[in-house]
């Protein structure tokens, strides 16, 4: 089979930065297009302190594709102290962060900022924010509560019963830069996931221009599940919650494979509160499911970065 040409994957989080450590080994004809969402931690500090893209998802995808194990730990590096203080302090900022921050003042935009890192770090992948226009969510819960923001709806920071409904984007249409659009409409594979549902995945597909473009593509399209199910977010979903929840919120699940996770032996730590995503029946014949061995056995919170690429690669 001939390998692809192109793949795009879409979202930012740590379950994308585990799928691009793993695919960089066969490939680097990658197109990475981030959620800008998010407002927590020091990206979100950036966002609020210089009026930007959050720098954080972006840069954990640049040392995700770097070249050396050095230089994605200078990116990740994370100073002592709070990742949660005031703005205006320096401490618990991620140094790729910071980095970006320059890079963006120095080039004179994000994306000319993210061109200069990835030059100086040997990076081929495109990186692209989702949107060009600022963003931010808000989610209504199952009793009609309104959340404001990525770092609220994810921490379950707010009263009642922290089960979600639907999760809305801010502005409804932002604006997308047509290099994103055009390397959906180009890509062989495309790869959604795995990453937070509410707070990374669907942010980036609600995208009206993105979500047309992406039911547009002739592309093999992926739906990466999440290994475990994350307590304020998708507390007790199965591999058809999923499925259910993409499709409410755009009216079709576009994805023709289903990638799961078939190993469930390894004992999750009690005190992070997660639980494996599992099937809930064996009813879900119009996708092609694959399943494979893909936990990370040290951590099985997540996905093994080389076993999931593995299994992604094969099957391309």
């Known amino acids: 089979m001939a390998q692809p040409k192109n793949i795009v994957c879409l979202g930012g989080g740590i379950g994308t930065v585990k799928l691009l450590s793993g695919l960089k080994a066969y490939t680097e004809n990658i197109s990475i297009i981030v959620s800008v969402a998010d407002e927590g931690g020091s990206g979100g500090r950036m966002r609020r302190l210089y009026q930007m893209h959050p720098p954080g998802d972006v840069v954990s995808c640049l040392a995700a594709m ?156 992926y739906f990466i599940l999440n290994v475990a199910n994350k307590p304020f977010e998708t507390k007790g979903y199965f591999v058809e919650d999923f499925i259910s929840a993409i499709t409410k919120h755009i009216g079709v699940f576009p994805f023709t494979k289903v990638v799961i996770n078939s190993n469930f032996s390894f004992s999750i730590p009690e005190k992070y509160h997660y639980t494996y995503v599992m099937k809930h029946t064996e009813a879900l014949h119009e996708y092609q499911i694959i399943e494979g061995n893909i936990v990370d056995e040290a951590f099985p919170l997540y996905h093994d970065s080389k076993k999931l690429a593995k299994l992604i690669w094969e099957t391309i």
């Open 66 to 221: 770097a070249k050396s194990e050095e230089q994605a730990k200078l990116l990740t590096y994370r100073l002592p102290g709070d990742r949660y203080a005031e703005d205006h302090i320096l401490e618990g900022h991620k140094v790729g962060n910071i980095m970006l921050v320059a890079a963006t003042q120095i080039a004179g935009s994000f994306d000319a900022g993210i061109a200069l890192l990835k030059e100086i770090f040997g990076v081929k992948a495109h990186i692209y924010a989702a949107t060009k226009d600022m963003v931010s969510i808000s989610a209504r819960t199952i009793e009609g509560k309104i959340v404001e923001g990525e770092e609220a709806i994810d921490l379950g920071k707010y009263e009642g019963k922290r089960v979600l409904e639907h999760v809305f984007l801010h502005p409804e249409n932002p604006n997308v830069d047509e290099r994103v659009i055009q390397c959906l409409l180009d890509a062989d594979v495309i790869i959604a996931g795995p990453g937070d549902l509410y707070t990374t995945s669907l942010p980036v597909l609600i995208i009206p221009s993105i979500k047309e473009a992406l039911i547009k593509s002739k592309a093999e399209k």
